[in-house]
């Protein structure tokens, strides 16, 4: 009876060290996974040992980590609330805090957000903390803003030099399949030229309530070149937006109708339809879908004949970002069809055109992001080109842009950009590479 007694404790002292080495074992593999950037793996793994773990406060700053990034707030704000009130450990306490506080914000819970905020920014936190905290608050400011009506105005523009204004060719002379040689004006060859850009927005917003708000924004743009005004362009666009969505899904759907004046003389006018889908899957990751419809109509005061330009145009995009740190990654593909509304004699205006894009931004810091873009786009039109050439136009177009952003003072951005774009064609005449840059300032009031 003596020798049962003795061992009936050990086997309970055993039994209590296996456990505690198994529990030990879950919290170092959520690390690691959270390490990785893992942090669904991590969420299924707390999952699976909730009941036994709950509580421990290592265990529940990972888990509500893991929660928070893998888009379920309500549950690491349970689990954060627990870490930061029971955790010894002033490190991991404060970590807690800091998570909680951008749980709070993520669940619309803005002054418990913003008071943790504070109550951490006190402590005197380093110097990327406190970036981060100043950041958030602006956000919680911009939250709480955006549940009124609200109206804006930013101003833009830039100075510059374009290489290549009117997208032409360099060649003098076009060889043709039906008449041989022919010698271009010099009005039809590239042009270089320096230019000023001004935009000016007007903009307003009147929320229905959090997730459902009306946007209409006016839109004007200046394009002057300083030696040739037969390409000075000014372009005026507005739309209505209808709003909708959650903290992870956000649609909008939108009237669009745009005038352009080429040269102070009516060009084009164009009128759209457009639906896009934008989707915060956590961790960084972000996917938007969106559709376009629109029709595009060219003045014909000047030559009945540019009614054979006008086209219904369909475009529909998909891309995908990836915020890691530093850097933002950001992905899309798209595809458009034009129909021209004139079959007979405007059938070679009609095109499909295919193309991807990719940019990267990373932030130096709060003030300095500079970028990197590059996209390609594939063109094929419906028809033979019907002057001289009888063949059907394709296009490859390759583009290379690099800038830096500078965030002078809150509503003032320095900008500065460069340029190169590359078309090649099988018809001579569109051949033609692009260099340009330019620099200048937006300033929002």
Not at 15 to 39: C, K, P, T, W
Not at 84 to 91: Q, R, T
Not at 241 to 266: E, K
Request: glycine share 6%; net charge negative; charged share 20%.
């Amino acid at each position: 009876m003596k020798k049962l007694c003795f061992i009936f404790p050990l086997l309970l002292g055993v039994q209590s060290n296996l456990f505690a080495q198994n529990n030990e074992s879950v919290v170092a593999e959520m690390d690691r996974l959270i390490s990785a950037g893992q942090y669904q793996q991590a969420y299924n793994e707390a999952q699976s040992s909730l009941v036994e773990l709950e509580g421990e406060p290592r265990f529940d700053f990972l888990y509500g980590l893991a929660a928070l990034e893998s888009g379920e707030p309500n549950e690491a704000v349970f689990a954060l609330e627990r870490a930061a009130a029971v955790s010894n450990d002033p490190v991991m306490r404060g970590r807690a805090r800091l998570e909680l506080a951008r749980a709070y914000f993520v669940t619309n819970n803005l002054t418990a957000a913003e008071n943790l905020f504070n109550t951490v920014l006190a402590s005197n936190p380093p110097a990327n903390v406190q970036q981060n905290i100043e950041a958030f608050l602006q956000l919680i400011e911009a939250r709480r803003n955006a549940q009124q009506p609200s109206f804006n105005i930013t101003i833009a523009s830039v100075l510059g030099s374009d290489g290549n204004i009117n997208s032409a060719t360099s060649d003098g002379l076009i060889d043709t399949p039906l008449v041989g040689e022919i010698e271009l004006n010099p009005d039809g060859q590239q042009i270089e030229d320096e230019f000023s850009n001004t935009t000016l927005t007007l903009g307003y917003v009147y929320p229905f309530n959090r997730n459902q708000s009306l946007t209409a924004n006016l839109n004007y743009v200046h394009l002057d070149n300083f030696d040739t005004d037969q390409f000075d362009i000014d372009n005026l666009r507005g739309n209505l937006t209808y709003n909708w969505g959650n903290d992870r899904d956000r649609f909008r759907h939108g009237l669009t109708a745009s005038s352009v004046t080429l040269d102070g003389n009516s060009f084009q006018e164009t009128l759209g339809l457009n639906s896009s889908w934008q989707r915060d899957w956590g961790g960084g990751w972000y996917n938007s879908l969106s559709a376009s419809y629109s029709q595009i109509r060219y003045d014909t005061s000047a030559s009945a004949s540019n009614a054979l330009r006008d086209v219904d145009q369909v475009l529909l995009t998909a891309g995908l970002t990836r915020i890691s740190g530093a850097f933002t990654h950001t992905a899309n593909i798209y595809r458009g069809d034009e129909d021209p509304e004139f079959e007979s004699g405007g059938s070679h205006n009609g095109r499909t055109y295919t193309g991807a894009a990719y940019s990267l931004l990373y932030r130096l810091n709060a003030q300095h992001t500079p970028y990197i873009r590059a996209s390609i786009q594939d063109v094929e039109h419906d028809d033979n080109h019907p002057v001289f050439f009888n063949t059907t136009r394709q296009d490859d177009t390759q583009s290379l842009t690099t800038g830096w952003f500078w965030q002078l003072q809150r509503n003032l951005l320095i900008t500065a950009e460069a340029s190169y774009t590359d078309n090649s064609s099988n018809i001579q005449l569109f051949d033609y590479s692009r260099f340009k840059y330019q620099a200048g300032f937006r300033l929002q009031f």
